[in-house]
């Protein structure tokens, strides 16, 4: 543990942070409890980030019917708090799980998303929707996420990388239905029974995850400590990566904010580009699952730098001429490819560079340094585009550079950590 704690200071400890969690723990790489986790994982991706994937079929009812006094930005907010408060609170819940283990988070997790989501549906007032949707659902979803995505790290090891792929894409199957579902159910029942029955849904998915999902990974009951959220950081090749998915997830956020939006402008139908969103999401399936078995003979850094390189040339090369039908859906379904592949391998790239020990807390650090990106990177490309004369041409370049920003860090961070060989599998 003393060369774990030193990680990547002397640009010679990364074959210390990848292999030395193996020596002490024999993980089975498979067999049916194994794959029972993973199940159970890939049901609370299903009912957390692709919960959230559906926020853009609310901004549109909101903005029509119970908040049509308030405008698209005010309302925002709800939505932007949603993915803010699934990522913000990571650094806590790792902490919680490195000490308790995964069951009382999923218990609690699963209580406030229904819980959420039922008092949303009674919810007349734009306080009581940003408290109950914004808030209280979105902690419960952060509550699910991360404590089932990281007990998979106990039950896997060369297969790592592929499990992971799998259980990322319960985020692009809930991606796909929950927007279809609920805007459906909206027309045919109406708001409030469309949310019970989402609720409904919900409750059911992560009954069996609560019931599927173990952790094999041993307690670490150290005590809270400041400094302990900051030990990480000291590791050259952690910071590096958290910066530069930083900067990745704030460039990428763009395209998946504005694409609809765009398409509209440039005369696509408003009923084809609304599908948009559950094109990205659809394709982003082959990503998150092909990723990870790109990663398992690659390295996930070698897989991760790839896909957001690739990313960014879509963003440049391909989004920013982008002004018919054709173009728009081809870009929708790359970029989809590749988003999906960097949202899958994420868990993958922190556990090759962290003890087991402090796979919680390392975990939610690195998600929750991103949510500020979730955050902010709406209203500033929304600025972005006022401060342009309605031009997409900045939003779209500012979006490519930053992208590009965050994968050059992550290679920076890889080339640290194996010494500065370019070709290593890592």
Same mark, same amino acid.
Request: glycine share 10%; charged share 10%; proline share 4%.
């Given at each position: 543990? $003393?060369?774990?704690?030193?990680?990547?200071?002397?640009?010679?400890?990364?074959?210390?942070?990848?292999?030395?969690?193996?020596?002490?723990?024999?993980?089975?790489?498979?067999?049916?409890?194994?794959?029972?986790?993973?199940?159970?994982?890939?049901?609370?991706?299903?009912?957390?980030?692709?919960?959230?994937? !559906?926020?853009?079929?609310?901004?549109?009812?909101?903005?029509?019917?119970?908040?049509?006094?308030?405008?698209?930005?005010?309302?925002?907010?709800?939505?932007?708090?949603?993915?803010?408060?699934?990522?913000?609170?990571?650094?806590? &819940?790792? %902490?919680?799980?490195?000490?308790?283990?995964?069951?009382?988070?999923?218990?609690?997790?699963?209580?406030?998303?229904?819980?959420?989501?039922?008092?949303?549906?009674?919810?007349?007032?734009?306080?009581?929707?940003?408290?109950?949707?914004?808030? !209280?659902?979105? &902690?419960?979803?952060?509550?699910?996420?991360?404590?089932?995505?990281?007990?998979?790290?106990?039950?896997?090891? %060369?297969?790592?990388?592929?499990?992971?792929?799998?259980?990322?894409?319960?985020?692009?199957?809930?991606?796909?239905?929950?927007?279809?579902?609920?805007?459906?159910?909206?027309?045919?029942?109406?708001?409030?029974?469309?949310?019970?029955?989402?609720?409904?849904?919900?409750?059911?998915?992560?009954?069996?995850?609560?019931?599927?999902?173990?952790?094999?990974?041993?307690?670490?009951?150290?005590?809270?400590?400041?400094?302990?959220?900051?030990?990480?950081?000291?590791?050259?090749?952690?910071?590096?990566?958290?910066?530069?998915?930083?900067?990745?997830?704030?460039?990428?956020?763009?395209?998946?904010?504005?694409?609809?939006?765009?398409?509209?402008?440039?005369?696509?139908? %408003?009923?084809?580009?609304?599908?948009?969103?559950?094109?990205?999401?659809?394709?982003? &399936?082959?990503?998150?699952?092909?990723?990870?078995?790109?990663?398992?003979?690659?390295?996930?850094?070698?897989?991760?730098?790839?896909?957001?390189?690739?990313?960014?040339?879509?963003?440049?090369?391909?989004?920013?001429? $982008?002004?018919?039908?054709?173009?728009?859906?081809?870009?929708?379904?790359?970029?989809?490819?590749?988003?999906?592949?960097?949202?899958?391998?994420?868990?993958?790239?922190?556990?090759?560079?962290?003890?087991?020990?402090?796979?919680?807390?390392?975990?939610?650090?690195?998600?929750?340094?991103?949510?500020?990106?979730?955050?902010?990177?709406?209203?500033?490309?929304?600025?972005?585009?006022?401060?342009?004369?309605?031009?997409?041409?900045?939003?779209?370049?500012?979006?490519? &550079?930053? !992208?590009?920003?965050?994968?050059?860090?992550?290679?920076?961070? %890889?080339?640290?950590?194996?010494?500065?060989?370019?070709?290593?599998?890592?």
């Amino acid at each position: 543990m $003393a060369n774990l704690e030193k990680d990547t200071e002397s640009g010679q400890s990364s074959e210390d942070a990848d292999t030395c969690p193996n020596s002490t723990d024999i993980r089975p790489d498979g067999g049916l409890e194994a794959w029972m986790v993973v199940a159970g994982a890939w049901g609370s991706q299903f009912c957390s980030w692709g919960w959230i994937n !559906c926020v853009g079929v609310f901004q549109e009812y909101y903005e029509r019917n119970i908040l049509n006094e308030y405008s698209p930005g005010t309302i925002s907010w709800i939505l932007c708090l949603e993915a803010f408060f699934l990522l913000a609170l990571m650094p806590l &819940i790792g %902490k919680l799980f490195d000490r308790y283990g995964p069951r009382w988070l999923l218990l609690v997790g699963t209580f406030l998303h229904v819980f959420g989501l039922l008092m949303a549906s009674i919810s007349t007032k734009y306080y009581q929707l940003l408290l109950s949707q914004g808030v !209280c659902s979105a &902690i419960g979803a952060s509550l699910v996420f991360l404590p089932s995505l990281t007990c998979i790290v106990g039950y896997f090891d %060369k297969r790592r990388s592929t499990a992971f792929g799998i259980v990322a894409s319960g985020s692009s199957a809930g991606g796909v239905v929950f927007p279809i579902m609920v805007s459906r159910l909206i027309d045919k029942i109406g708001f409030p029974w469309a949310m019970r029955a989402t609720a409904l849904l919900i409750f059911v998915v992560l009954v069996t995850t609560n019931l599927t999902v173990k952790s094999r990974i041993p307690l670490n009951p150290s005590p809270f400590s400041i400094k302990e959220y900051l030990i990480p950081f000291k590791r050259v090749t952690f910071a590096l990566t958290s910066f530069g998915n930083i900067l990745f997830a704030f460039g990428s956020f763009v395209p998946m904010a504005y694409l609809v939006v765009q398409a509209v402008s440039v005369g696509m139908d %408003k009923r084809l580009a609304q599908n948009l969103v559950a094109i990205v999401n659809g394709s982003s &399936i082959v990503g998150r699952i092909g990723v990870g078995i790109f990663a398992d003979a690659y390295g996930p850094f070698n897989a991760w730098i790839a896909v957001t390189y690739a990313a960014s040339i879509l963003v440049l090369s391909l989004w920013i001429p $982008a002004v018919n039908d054709a173009s728009i859906i081809a870009f929708a379904s790359l970029f989809g490819i590749c988003f999906g592949a960097y949202a899958a391998i994420q868990p993958a790239l922190v556990a090759q560079i962290t003890p087991v020990a402090d796979i919680g807390i390392c975990s939610g650090l690195y998600f929750a340094v991103a949510s500020f990106s979730q955050l902010v990177s709406g209203p500033i490309a929304g600025r972005t585009l006022e401060t342009s004369d309605g031009s997409y041409l900045g939003m779209k370049v500012m979006s490519g &550079i930053l !992208c590009i920003a965050g994968a050059t860090f992550v290679l920076g961070a %890889k080339l640290y950590a194996t010494g500065y060989k370019p070709l290593a599998r890592f």
